[in-house]
């Protein structure tokens, strides 16, 4: 079959999942659309402030879609077919549920932090160890997403604008971003960043299909990758945003305080990863057609990593003009993302110290600090940064995911919809840390694979024989 038959049944798996299983996943939750939602009852005119429908769909889309469903599905395309399944059922069943939930708990928890969702459903333990992970992952996250978009832009741009100039310029933005109301920048900038993400999703998408490239090694299941690297764990470490990712869980909250009706989760939650699925396929199969083996974009990617392969690919299938808007649509993501997770992380400082975020002074006191110490580490090695990002990132989403669990596990509702995952990244994550040879402990695939499935049962154990406890301090959120 031509490459856009695949394709297009790829996409219309994750469209029928949103119709079928997201609406699951809400009646398991138990939407209301009569109760009061955190944007009318908590309003501040800077961080509580509700707005249309379309517009938390979009920032939420743009907040979750930062640089990793491009580079991670392109990487991921080194594992060949294997990708594809990992973004579709990923997305359904594991990345969108986690989205919905941390964005529904943040919700009726008052637009509450991914420590605070955590502390209320696994303890105060697990409470205080998420403050540190969560605010580390977020600088980690704006690092990361300040580099990628500059490295782009200083391709695009004359030699007097370099890769100085733009991380500058990123950071700049990102400040703002970060102290002023949520409506003055991120609301009205949004709309014109969406316009060029969808310019380059169908761009691209066209550009494929009519340029008559077929998959590379479709109908061969073994492993193609030219490093001999494992399909499992590795693949659903690489490919994250664009499957399943932990970072999300750090976004929702930033739109669970904009939302004007429970039933808007739906669509805002679980749409909006369904949404970054899709920018996934595109770019997974991108990397699996427009280089005609595995070693081919290998190639591309020792040259230049994955923003090699954008500027390529972009340039050939778009052609000039259409390829520059195409990899500006690329830049849009990762700095939509760079600058609310920069938010979010003085948000999530701020509650830790209940200390209130009306005033311009206040929010000046966290944000100056934390932008210190993200230029700091904007000259560590991207690489090294992002393989540490790829592993927190997930364990993150491991972690919300039990969470989740637990809420539902209380409330005799069938947890399994987050349990299962839970699991299964508890083991990915896990096997991950075993077998990673440069930031892990180097064992041996197997091994490393015994132990990640030996601590997944433990957990799940754990969880069945004490998951019903009371949490102390935790709200009723049923009630209202």
């Known amino acids: 079959m031509p490459t856009y038959v695949y394709f297009l049944l790829a996409v219309a798996a994750l469209l029928v999942g949103y119709a079928i299983y997201g609406t699951l996943i809400t009646k398991i939750f138990g939407a209301d659309p009569k109760r009061p939602t955190p944007a009318q009852t908590m309003a501040d005119g800077v961080d509580y402030v509700e707005m249309p429908m379309w517009k938390v769909w979009l920032i939420q889309l743009l ?17 060949g077919p294997s990708a594809l399944f990992w973004i579709v059922i990923g997305t359904i069943f594991a990345g969108a549920v986690h989205d919905y939930f941390s964005g529904m708990l943040s919700l009726r928890y008052n637009g509450a932090n991914v420590p605070t969702i955590v502390g209320y459903n696994l303890g105060n333990i697990a409470k205080n160890i998420m403050r540190v992970f969560a605010v580390v992952l977020l600088l980690l996250v704006g690092v990361v997403f300040v580099a990628a978009p500059a490295g782009l832009l200083a391709k695009l741009t004359p030699e007097s604008l370099n890769l100085t100039f733009w991380i500058a310029v990123i950071f700049a933005y990102y400040f703002l971003a970060t102290i002023l109301p949520i409506d003055k920048i991120i609301g009205r900038f949004y709309p014109v960043f969406g316009a060029v993400l969808i310019i380059m999703a169908v761009g691209m998408t066209v550009g494929l299909f009519t340029s008559g490239k077929e998959f590379y090694s479709w109908l061969e299941w073994s492993n193609p990758n030219p490093a001999g690297l494992p399909v499992y764990p590795m693949v659903f470490i690489t490919i994250a945003c664009g499957a399943l990712s932990g970072f999300h869980a750090t976004q929702s909250p930033l739109m669970s ?4 009706n429970e039933r808007q989760g739906r669509a805002v939650f679980y749409g909006g990863m369904v949404a970054e699925g899709l920018i996934g396929l595109v770019w997974a199969t991108v990397g699996m ?29 778009m052609g000039s003009f259409g390829g520059v808007l195409a990899i500006l649509g690329v830049v849009a993501l990762p700095v939509t993302s760079g600058d609310t997770a920069f938010r979010a992380a003085r948000l999530t400082i701020a509650e830790v110290f209940n200390f209130s975020q009306r005033s311009v002074p206040a929010r000046l006191s966290i944000a100056v600090p934390i932008f210190i110490i993200g230029i700091i580490l904007a000259n560590v090695d991207f690489n090294v940064i992002w393989r540490y990002f790829g592993f927190a990132n997930q364990a993150l989403a491991a972690i919300v995911l039990w969470a989740a669990a637990g809420y539902l596990y209380r409330k005799h509702r069938l947890h399994w919809v987050c349990t299962v995952p839970a699991a299964f990244m508890t083991s990915v994550c896990m096997s991950y840390i075993c077998f990673e040879s440069n930031m892990g402990l180097g064992l041996s695939l197997e091994t490393s694979n015994l132990i990640g499935i030996g601590c997944a049962l433990a957990a799940l154990i754990a969880f069945l024989a004490l998951g019903r406890k009371p949490i102390a301090g935790a709200p009723d959120i049923d009630s209202v």
């Not at 907040?63 to 594992?79: D, M």
């Not at 305080?257 to 004007?260: K, Q, T, V």
């Open 257 to 260: 305080r904009c939302l004007a």
């Open 63 to 79: 907040n979750i879609a930062g640089v990793g469903p491009v580079f991670g599905p392109i990487l991921g395309a080194l594992y």
């Open 289 to 317: 057609t427009f280089y005609q083996s595995p070693e081919a974009l290998d190639a591309a990617l020792k040259a230049g990593g994955p923003g090699n392969v954008v500027t390529e690919t972009s340039l050939a299938l």
